[in-house]
C-alpha cells in the first residue's frame, strides 16, 4: 500500500475541511496482484501455458462533499486518483465536480465505540503462495480433464487473484480488509469431430478448498456430450421446474432490493415488514444474512456504507420480518440504520429425491443466462442444459427454449431441498458478488411457462 500517497492525500483532504472547502470525504484504496496464466492444448488434453504474467496494481477511490448554498443539502462528487498527478490538483478538480451534483446531506459513519471482530475473507495460500496454487490446481485440471471421455480440450485461463482495501474518512473510520480469488476458463468439444461447435464456461472460488475443478470439468462434459443430441422442450403453461442453487441464489439476490429502504426512497416496487411472500403448502421461506460466514465473498466486519455489518433475518415463514436500512437512505427516511449486510442463508427444505419419483418435470441444469427484472420480480431464460423427466421416469435431454416465471408466484407451494450448498462468486466486470448458504435445489409448481416446440414437431 502506498502509504505516503494516501497520507498526502488525507493531509489535503483535512486541510480543506478545516478551511471549509470541504463538508467530508471517504477514501478507498486498494492494492492488487492477479497471476494469469494462458493456456492451449495441442493434443487436445494437457495444459500447455504459452503465458504466464503477474499484473499489479493500485486504485484509489476519492469521494468528495462540498457545502451548499442551500440548507441541508451538501455537494457530491467521487474520482480515481492517481499517483503521477498533483494532488492538490485533482482534489480542487473534485471540488469543482461535486458543485455540479448536489444531494440531501447525510452523516457519513464515524469509528464505532467497539471495533467488530475480524472475519476472514482471504486463502492465505493464494495471498503468499500463488505459484504454488496455480501448479496444484493445474494438475486438478489434468486428471480431472483425464476421466471426460469424448471431450477435446481447446484453451484454458487460470487467474490467482489477490487485493488488500484499506477505507477511510473524515469521520474518523478506518479499516482495512483482504480478498482472495480463483477464476478458471475453459473451452473445449467433442473429440474427433469438426471443430464447429463449442463448450466456454468459467468457475470460481475464494478458496483453493472450494474450486470443484472436477465438478467444474464433469458439467463442462455433460454439455460436449449433448451438442447436436438434444430437444429443444415442449410448450408448457404451468409447468413444474427442477432448478439448482445458482439459480435460487440469483433469484433471492434480485428480491433483496426490495428489501432495502433504498427502493422506498426511489418510490420503487419494496416489501414493508409484515407483507407476505410465498406460501402455501410448500415449504416455508426463510431468509437471512449473515457477514461472518468465513472466506464468503459477502463476509466482513463493516457494511458497505461504513456501519459495523450485522446478521438477522429478513424472511421468516413467508413473512418479512426486516429490512436493510443503510446509513444513508435511513437518515433520509427517518429510520434507524441497522449495518444489515452479508451472504444470503436460506434455510433447508423438505425435498429429498425420492419425491421426485412419479413426477413431470423440468430440471433445468444450466440457465444460458438467466434475466431477472428486480422491480418486477419476474425472469426468463433460454435453457443451455436440461433434461426433462417424465412420470414414467423417461429421461430426454433438452436445450433451448424460453422459460420464464414470476418470482411472486413461484414461491407459493414451492418445495427446497433438504440438503444444503454452497454459492461463492466475487465480483465481476459485469455482476456483483453473490454469497450464498441454503437448499442445493427448488421445486416450482406456480408461476412458470415454457415456450418451445408443440408436441406435433416433436
Known amino acids: 500500500m502506498n502509504q505516503n500517497f494516501i497520507k498526502n492525500v488525507t493531509d489535503q483532504l483535512t486541510e480543506r475541511v478545516e478551511n471549509g472547502k470541504l463538508t467530508g ?27 504466464s504474467r503477474r499484473v499489479d496494481g493500485e486504485a484509489f477511490k476519492l469521494s468528495v462533499y462540498s457545502p451548499s448554498e442551500t440548507e441541508g443539502m451538501v455537494g457530491t462528487s467521487m474520482i480515481d486518483l492517481v499517483t503521477y498527478l498533483p494532488i492538490d490538483q485533482q482534489l480542487d478538480n473534485a471540488i469543482e465536480l461535486s458543485k455540479c451534483s448536489r444531494n440531501k446531506a447525510w452523516e457519513q459513519a464515524g469509528s464505532p465505540s467497539i471495533e467488530p471482530k475480524p472475519i476472514e475473507t482471504c486463502d492465505p495460500d493464494i495471498r503468499d503462495n500463488p505459484e504454488t496454487v496455480a501448479a496444484d490446481l493445474e494438475n486438478r485440471f489434468t486428471v480431472a480433464f483425464s476421466k471426460a471421455e469424448g ?37 473445449m468439444e467433442k473429440a474427433g469431430q469438426e471443430n464447429d461447435k463449442e463448450v466456454h464456461e468459467h468457475t470460481t472460488s475464494v478458496t483453493v478448498k472450494d474450486l470443484d475443478v472436477e465438478g467444474f470439468i464433469n ?77 464468503m465473498v459477502l463476509s466482513s466486519a463493516y457494511a458497505i456504507d461504513g456501519l459495523p455489518a450485522k446478521g438477522g433475518a429478513l424472511i421468516e415463514n413467508n413473512t418479512v420480518v426486516n429490512r436493510v436500512i443503510g446509513n444513508r437512505f435511513g437518515q433520509y427516511l ?3 440504520p441497522n449495518g444489515l449486510s452479508g451472504n444470503l442463508v436460506v434455510q433447508p427444505g423438505t425435498l429429498e429425491p425420492k419425491d421426485l419419483q412419479g413426477l413431470e418435470y423440468t430440471e433445468v441444469i444450466k440457465f444460458s443466462s438467466l434475466l431477472i427484472d428486480s422491480q418486477k420480480l419476474t425472469w426468463s431464460s433460454e435453457i443451455k442444459l436440461g433434461r426433462h423427466v417424465a412420470a414414467d421416469g423417461t429421461v430426454t ?36 458478488p453473490l454469497g450464498y448458504r441454503g437448499p442445493d435445489a427448488m421445486l416450482i409448481t406456480e408461476g412458470v411457462s415454457i415456450a418451445g416446440q408443440t408436441k406435433e414437431e416433436n
Open 25 to 51: 470525504w471517504s477514501l478507498k484504496a486498494t492494492d492488487s496482484r492477479s497471476l494469469q496464466r494462458l493456456y492451449s492444448s495441442p493434443d487436445g488434453a494437457t495444459l500447455n501455458c504459452h503465458q
Open 151 to 187: 471431450c477435446r480440450l481447446n484453451s484454458a485461463e487460470l487467474f490467482v487473484n489477490y487485493s488488500f482495501t484499506e477505507q477511510i474518512n473524515s469521520k474518523g473510520l478506518s479499516y482495512t480488509s483482504e480478498l482472495s480469488e480463483l477464476y478458471l476458463e475453459a473451452a
Open 219 to 295: 458439467e463442462c462434459a455433460l454439455q460436449v456430450a449433448v451438442l447436436g443430441d438434444s430437444e429443444e422442450p415442449e410448450t408448457v403453461d404451468g409447468a413444474t421446474i427442477l432448478i439448482s442453487k445458482d439459480a435460487l441464489s440469483q433469484m433471492l439476490n434480485a428480491l433483496l432490493p426490495q428489501l432495502n429502504c433504498l427502493n422506498e426512497y426511489l418510490k420503487l416496487p419494496y416489501l414493508k415488514i409484515d407483507d407476505r411472500f410465498g406460501g402455501g403448502y410448500g415449504d416455508s421461506l426463510n431468509l437471512s444474512l449473515d457477514p461472518t460466514i468465513p472466506c
Open 334 to 336: 427517518d429510520l434507524e
Open 397 to 432: 435431454l433438452v436445450k433451448g427454449g424460453v422459460v420464464s416465471g414470476n418470482l411472486k408466484k413461484n414461491f407459493i407451494d414451492c418445495k427446497l431441498s433438504s440438503t444444503l450448498g454452497t454459492v461463492n462468486v466475487p465480483q465481476s466486470s459485469y455482476d456483483p
